[in-house]
Nanobody
């Protein structure tokens, strides 16, 4: 069992930056593939970025070169550094952990990009 708690969402102007954090609880963290998803109003939830246990990363085309995902296994943390934010990045951002049959979600954190 893994519990995930996101933080760091905020209102930011276009072109600005934010860093989201996801804190995981539970005795096992390292084997999980950790991901950040987002869901905008009226849209489906989409994968933004993911990092595997071997620290391979992948990104949605819309955020490549702007967002960076990273993980701190010692402290059971996952980060999403978001730069050059655009209004279309506005969404609730969710942390996800997947390993075997386990698939866990956080409660989400709101990111709003607006002037």
């Amino acid at each position: 069992q893994v519990q995930l708690v996101e933080s760091g969402g905020d209102l930011v102007q276009p072109g600005g930056s934010l860093r989201l954090s996801c804190a995981a609880s539970g005795s096992i963290f390292r084997p999980y593939t950790m991901g950040w998803y987002r869901q905008a109003p009226g849209k489906q939830r989409e994968l933004v970025a993911a990092v595997t246990s071997g620290e391979s990363t992948s990104y949605a085309d819309s955020v490549k070169a702007r967002f960076t995902i990273s993980r701190d296994n010692a402290n059971k943390l996952v980060f999403l550094q978001m730069n050059s934010l655009k209004p279309e990045d506005t969404a609730v951002y969710y942390c996800n952990a997947k390993w075997g049959t386990g698939d866990y979600w956080g409660q989400g954190t709101q990111v709003t990009v607006s002037s």
